[in-house]
């Protein structure tokens, strides 16, 4: 029983890393899409184009 502890923490480690790096990467796009529709206007808009825009 005790070999589990160790795991279980590697896994909650690893879990609390994804959670704070995708917060991290959804708080760089929405910074990157404003900064992008200041330069845009808003109303000729196409995320097909978007998309393929990086």
């Given amino acids: 029983m005790p070999q589990l502890f160790p795991m279980n923490w590697l896994l909650l480690t690893n879990l609390l890393l994804l959670f704070i790096t995708l917060i991290l990467i959804n708080t760089y796009f929405i910074k990157f899409y404003k900064i992008k529709n200041n330069f845009k206007s808003g109303k000729n808009?196409?995320?097909?184009?978007?998309?393929?825009?990086?």
């Fill in 45 to 54: 808009y196409d995320f097909r184009k978007m998309s393929f825009k990086w």
